[in-house]
């Protein structure tokens, strides 16, 4: 008679049996190539016809990076003057139209579909494409522009830099705000959850929609939109709007030693992306111990 | 008492007025690219540089369209992209599947660790693995001498080991519809000697059809907008319709100038390309919008 198996025993070989395919291509296609990269990092990479001839080279590739090569540091300058502001915008404009849709009754469901739309047709070609339309539709109508408008050029006369970021973020906005797609879903998932009867009791307590809002919606929502931070920024380092990617790109395509310039790269870029996300958890973390007693 | 009311009232419509006012200038904005597509795609070559046509072209020209269509190979690639996709989407489903269920009905060890790291392969860029991966690739097609790079293969593999475009969102939304599934039910047909597979199979997915229907319709869309992997494993061994789009600029000339014809590219040409490359998704979208919008919301990272 076979062995009867304990209840943990089925469970572990049963859950294993369903997840040793995501295992297996995890440790192959995730774990090892993100191994492999650090290592490659330190290392000159040429391919030849017999295959890969790497040389341990040290911390070469770094110092090139850094202080030889005069892409890679204005690259990642421009993509954190990217991402950040376009993090902040996504976020922010998402919740307030999560809120908003929240509050009304007609129309719901034919505004979300609009707002998700860009989820379905955005690529990289597509976005290529259209910024491209609009350099030159912006020579064409020069005369026009949102650095003309009273409030930036009094922004300006503070701080060219905050104009100039100003002025960015308006001119990209749909391009912004075809990043919203999936964030403004989740924040209405999220502002479903929170239980009604508080707000109720806010309300018998004479709060204003205002200060229920700052009081409890916000810090509520707040976990989600770590999340959304988080999510948005891995969305906004995927396409061409992200310099150090297209930098990457075109090392990768270089035979003779690209590789590994690549890898030091992709190896900088996954740091300072990695560091973001965990500027965004602690601005964004629940914090417990504030709550005061009395 | 009573105009107090009135005005409270009054305050509400005018909140709802500007709601939709917003909601309405916002949905524009959105728009907008899609809007300065169609307009260009119709536009003739004099409209194109003509400062005063904005938004409507003077006459419709369908000419950009039939140039676009021809640079784009539409046939081909059109086929190709589907099929491409498709393949890919049916692989990162059935690992989905897999996972997701595991994930929900079992308690094995470990399990809060394979959790994260099924969060964390969202997280990390893909940059950061691509040049390892191309030259695992590389040297497994040169150690059994069969050609890989530029066939689907590479790519057919990550998606079926879980690791194709965004699939820890398809397992989550697996994971979090299976957990509506009553335990009960995988109960009563293990009393009657159904094995695991057999409740995948019969209880899991037979009540999942639609879930497996959105999962399927992400990875398809996410795998047709991918270019980066595929720029780098399959390159050009498929005329697929974003990477066509990608190089339209190069192609136009060459296809253009061969047949004879002196027309020089132009946004419009451009548009009608872009037009033509997002229309199978838009009319896909049509159809399914909202399935789209609930998989979303399935996927319960919203925390539970």
């Known amino acids: ?294 | 008492m009573k105009k107090h009311l009135t005005k409270k009232i009054i305050s509400e419509k005018a909140m709802r007025i500007i709601y939709y006012v917003l909601l309405v200038c916002v949905s524009f904005v959105f728009l907008e690219p899609i809007f300065r597509i169609i307009s260009k795609t119709f536009m003739t070559p004099e409209d194109v540089i003509d400062p005063v046509v904005d938004w409507v072209p003077r006459k419709l020209s369908l000419n950009n369209l039939k140039v676009a269509l021809k640079v784009l190979n539409l046939k081909v690639t059109l086929n190709n992209s589907i099929l491409f996709s498709a393949l890919l989407a049916v692989g990162e489903t059935v690992c989905a599947a897999f996972t997701g269920f595991a994930l929900s009905r079992y308690q094995f060890a470990g399990k809060k660790f394979w959790y994260v790291m099924i969060l964390l392969c969202f997280v990390v860029p893909t940059t950061v693995l691509m040049v390892p991966r191309l030259m695992m690739f590389v040297t497994f097609q040169e150690t059994i001498k069969f050609t890989l790079i530029g066939t689907p293969i590479p790519q057919l593999l990550m998606s079926l080991f879980g690791q194709g475009v965004n699939s820890t969102i398809l397992i989550l939304i697996f994971q979090n519809f299976f957990n509506l599934i009553p335990k009960s039910l995988d109960e009563a047909a293990m009393i009657d000697g159904a094995g695991p597979l057999r409740v995948f199979f019969h209880i899991g997915l037979r009540l999942s059809y639609s879930t497996v229907l959105v999962v399927f319709l992400f990875a398809f869309v996410w795998n047709w907008n991918e270019t980066y992997v595929t720029g780098t494993l399959l390159r050009s061994g498929m005329q697929l319709l974003p990477q066509k789009l990608a190089l339209f600029d190069s192609e136009f000339e060459s296809v253009v100038s061969s047949s004879g014809n002196a027309f020089k590219i132009n946004e419009a040409y451009k548009m009608a390309a872009t037009l033509i490359s997002i229309a199978p998704l838009l009319i896909l979208y049509a159809f399914v919008q909202k399935k789209f919008i609930e998989g979303i919301e399935n996927t319960g990272i919203t925390g539970e």
């Open chain 1, 1 to 294: 008679m076979r062995k009867m198996k304990t209840w943990k025993q089925r469970q572990n070989r049963n859950g294993y049996m369903f997840m040793i395919p995501w295992i297996i291509g995890f440790a192959v296609f995730t774990a090892f190539p993100f191994a492999a990269t650090i290592i490659l990092s330190f290392m000159n990479v040429n391919s030849t016809i017999l295959g890969y001839e790497l040389k341990w080279t040290g911390l070469s590739n770094y110092i090139t990076a850094f202080f030889k090569n005069v892409e890679f540091v204005p690259a990642l300058g421009g993509y954190l003057k990217v991402v950040i502001p376009y993090t902040f915008v996504v976020v922010v404009v998402s919740f307030v139209i999560a809120y908003i849709l929240e509050h009304i009754v007609k129309l719901k469901g034919f505004f979300r579909t609009i707002y998700f739309l860009p989820v379905i047709i955005m690529s990289g070609p597509v976005m290529a494409k259209l910024l491209d339309t609009k350099v030159s539709d912006m020579e064409l109508f020069a005369g026009q522009s949102y650095s003309d408008i009273f409030i930036i050029q009094m922004i300006a006369s503070y701080s060219r830099n905050a104009a100039v970021l100003v002025t960015d973020v308006f001119e990209q906005l749909s391009t912004i705000l075809w990043f919203t797609g999936i964030p403004i879903v989740l924040f209405i998932n999220g502002l479903q959850k929170i239980n009604p009867s508080l707000y109720e009791a806010a309300r018998i307590d004479s709060a204003n929609e205002w200060q229920i809002l700052w009081k409890i919606t916000l810090p509520i929502i707040r976990p989600t939109a770590l999340i959304i931070t988080v999510f948005t920024i891995v969305q906004l380092g995927m396409f061409d709007i992200n310099p150090v990617y297209s930098l990457i790109v075109t090392y990768m395509g270089n035979t003779s030693g690209g590789l590994g310039f690549a890898a030091t790269y992709a190896w900088i870029y996954t740091v300072i992306v990695l560091m973001l996300m965990g500027i965004a958890f602690l601005i964004l973390r629940e914090r417990k111990n504030k709550v005061k007693h009395y």
